[in-house]
């Protein structure tokens, strides 16, 4: 079965400290991967996603960036945190068939919590 | 633009009444809807879609929800409420093939 990973749980930082937040699957292959924010326990908002090794698509202008360095693999980072950085990140994936439209579900991650100080 | 409504903060009701989350939608083509429920700091949780079909989909926990083309909402439902369905509700929508919009969630509390 498949599951996902994401790392630390939580994480208190100083303001312009970097940051490396990561987030792993296992038991599937090629998935589409994406990061979200959720702000005081409700809306999410669509960081990034990415559908293949080294793929990333940006949904919003800011401070963080994302990588795909393996297949299974998705890391956000940030050179320098923000106060406004703080907030719930979840890690979700979709799997998706070559040639296919596929309208599968999204499946979470248990989240990091990281409050900038 | 592709966008669901989720128009209540909060749902107030009665252990083993029934209960009902509002979702409407807005979307170009046909709609990919889902319903996914969050615990306190736990992810989400994948609880029904709708993708075509019947307009009644059942999903996990008791959950069902109606796909309402002509009102375009897909509301979540269940005949009998319990204390443990207490939890963030989010409706959601898949657009441009890989991407999901959410509601602003809603707060469902059931009291015993």
């Known amino acids: 079965s498949q599951t996902i990973h994401q790392w630390p749980a939580t994480l208190v930082q100083p303001v312009g400290s970097p940051l490396s937040l990561e987030c792993t699957v296992e038991?599937?292959?090629?998935?589409?991967l994406y990061w979200y924010r959720q702000a005081a326990g409700r809306g999410l908002q669509l960081l990034f996603y990415?559908?293949?090794?080294?793929?990333i698509s940006s949904e919003v202008p800011q401070n963080l960036s994302a990588s795909r360095p393996q297949d299974r693999q998705f890391i956000l980072s940030s050179k320098k945190l923000l106060l406004s950085d703080s907030g719930f990140y979840l890690c979700?994936?979709?799997?998706?068939?070559?040639?296919?439209?596929?309208?599968?579900?999204?499946?979470f991650g248990p989240g990091t919590r990281l409050t900038v100080l | 633009a592709q966008s669901v409504a989720q128009p209540e903060d909060q749902v107030n009701v009665a252990e083993g009444n029934p209960l009902t989350v509002k979702c409407t939608y807005s979307?170009?083509?046909?709609?990919?809807l889902f319903w996914y429920v969050q615990y306190p700091n736990r992810g989400l949780q994948f609880l029904l879609k709708?993708?075509?079909?019947?307009?009644l989909v059942k999903g996990s926990y008791g959950f069902e929800a109606e796909f309402n083309k002509s009102q375009t909402s897909f509301h979540l439902k269940k005949p009998s409420a319990l204390v443990s369905d207490s939890a963030l509700y989010f409706c959601?929508?898949?657009?441009?093939?890989?991407?999901?919009?959410f509601g602003s969630g809603t707060k469902l509390n059931v009291k015993p």
């Open positions: 979700a994936w979709t799997i998706e068939r070559q040639g296919m439209s596929s309208y599968n579900e999204q499946f």
């Open positions: 038991g599937t292959s090629n998935p589409n």
């Open positions: 990415s559908v293949g090794i080294g793929q």
């Open positions: 979307v170009s083509g046909n709609p990919y």
């Open positions: 709708y993708i075509t079909g019947d307009n």
């Open positions: 959601a929508v898949r657009y441009n093939f890989n991407k999901f919009y």
